[in-house]
């Protein structure tokens, strides 16, 4: 079992940058790929971004390949999303996920992963 706690959301400006952070407690966390997701109100839940157990390998979403960056830190139990130039469409409730193995067909769908974090609204406005 692994709790997730986001945090660094806010309500920001078009253009600018936020960071969220992904805080793990419970079993191993440098075992679990890491994910990203986002829902937006009326919409499904869609991935964002997925980072392997050691850094090797990251994923992104073509809606933020270069503007959003995931990265991790083992010893600090912590998945990271940095996110630049922020556009009022990325509006929505960021969620991390876990998840111990995964295939890479289903590393993009939520059903993919067991463990979810509360959320944290990221809000763009123009």
């Known amino acids: 079992q692994v709790q997730l706690r986001e945090s660094g959301g806010g309500l920001v400006q078009a253009g600018v940058s936020l960071r969220l952070s992904c805080a793990a407690s419970g079993r191993t966390f440098s075992t679990y790929v890491m994910g990203w997701f986002r829902q937006a109100p009326g919409k499904e839940r869609e991935f964002v971004a997925a980072i392997s157990w050691n850094s090797e390998s990251t994923y992104y979403a073509d809606s933020v390949k270069g503007r959003f960056t995931i990265s991790r830190d083992n010893a600090k139990n912590t998945v990271y999303l940095q996110m630049n130039s922020l556009k009022p469409e990325d509006t929505a409730v960021y969620y991390c996920?876990?998840?111990?193995?995964?295939?890479?067909?289903?590393?993009?769908?939520?059903?993919?992963?067991?463990?979810w974090g509360q959320g944290t609204q990221v809000t763009v406005s123009a």
């Open positions: 996920a876990a998840v111990t193995n995964i295939d890479s067909r289903r590393l993009r769908l939520p059903s993919g992963y067991d463990y």
